[in-house]
């Protein structure tokens, strides 16, 4: 049985608008786990290995992996290097987009200060700020720009995502105008949800708040259960 990688990449001609929100959010795990791998220089893997160091059924592992088409080889599993870069190009990390930070506060820096932007094949390249005690100071080799000059940035720069690490009160109508400007991406994480209807804009709304409820929920249902 020929090897997924042999055969015409289904990944290359297969619309992907079928594919379930569910699968989409794990793909990003699979990203991880092949990444730290390909570190270890495991080279090939199959899925009940691979359900065993996620703890993920092998049978979703196939699932969401056929959804895209398959990838994997009866007797062999799966090339880790190929699924690798797959799951790279289905995620968009070979694409090459530039993200900009609005927002260099406490969270905007952060952000700009981790690797999350590198290990996932965005290239960040400025911050802007309107608090006069921040624009114009250097965060991670950046010097925080005035809003004032975010057009005139866009328009000379490819920037295709926006982080947005604003009070929710101007949140909306930053938004609004990213996209007057032409970002079609927005990372927002205001405490306040925003949507853009009528726009082809692609909006991911983050909330903290919501992990660490969740997080709180576990651990209360986790001591519960240790005094039944």
Avoid at 45 to 57: C, F, N, P
Avoid at 97 to 121: C, D, Q
Avoid at 156 to 162: G, H, L, M, P, Y
Wanted: hydrophobic share 35%; charged share 20%.
């Amino acid at each position: 049985m020929k090897s997924e990688s042999s055969r015409h990449d289904p990944t290359m001609s297969q619309s992907h608008d079928d594919v379930s929100p569910a699968v989409i959010k794990r793909l990003p795990r699979y990203f991880r786990y092949l990444r730290e791998l390909l570190k270890n220089d495991i080279l090939r893997i199959s899925s009940g290995e691979l359900s065993r160091l996620m703890h993920v059924t092998a049978s979703q592992i196939r699932q969401d992996l056929n959804c895209f088409g398959g990838f994997g080889q009866q007797g062999y599993g799966y090339n880790v290097k190929y699924l690798y870069g797959k799951i790279s190009d289905i995620l968009g990390v070979t694409r090459g987009y530039n993200a900009i930070i609005i927002g260099a506060g406490n969270l905007g820096s952060a952000l700009a200060s981790s690797p999350i932007f590198e290990k996932r094949g965005v290239t960040l390249t400025a911050l802007f700020d309107v608090n006069k005690d921040i624009v114009g100071s250097v965060i991670s080799g950046y010097t925080v720009l005035h809003m004032d000059k975010l057009d005139d940035y866009v328009a000379s720069n490819k920037v295709d995502i926006a982080v947005l690490t604003l009070p929710k009160e101007v949140v909306r109508e930053t938004a609004e105008h990213l996209a007057s400007l032409g970002i079609k991406g927005l990372w927002n994480f205001a405490s306040t949800e925003i949507e853009l209807e009528g726009s082809d804009v692609v909006v991911q709304n983050v909330h903290m708040g919501d992990s660490l409820m969740t997080l709180c929920y576990e651990l209360t249902k986790h001591n519960q259960d240790d005094l039944e």
